[in-house]
Nanobody
């Protein structure tokens, strides 16, 4: 069993930055790849970024490449999503998930989500 708790969401102006955190517990975190997804109102949940268990391998959706950075601190059992140059289209609920995954159905565990709202 894995528990994931996201935090760090909020309201930010376009062009601003936010850092999301996902605290994990319940199994050996350092061996688990992790991913971030997001879901905007009326849209399907979509992949944002993922990171290997070691943290050495990452990949991103084209829509966030160059603006978002995923990282992790295995000593703190936490994965992060640094979001810069935010746009209104980044507004969504952001979820972390376990696994080296790019589609929602592949993920084993999910957090409850954290709302990110980008105002113009």
């Amino acid at each position: 069993q894995v528990q994931l708790v996201e935090s760090g969401g909020g309201l930010v102006q376009a062009g601003g930055s936010l850092r999301l955190s996902c605290a994990a517990s319940g199994r050996t975190f350092s061996r688990s790849a992790m991913a971030w997804f997001r879901q905007a109102p009326g849209k399907e949940r979509e992949f944002v970024a993922r990171i290997s268990g070691s943290g050495y391998i990452t990949s991103y959706a084209d829509s966030v490449k160059g603006r978002f950075t995923i990282s992790r601190d295995n000593a703190k059992n936490t994965v992060y999503l640094q979001m810069n140059s935010l746009k209104s289209e980044d507004t969504a609920v952001y979820y972390c998930a376990s696994g080296w995954v790019v589609t929602p159905r592949e993920a084993d565990y999910w957090g409850q989500g954290t709302q990110v709202t980008v105002s113009l």
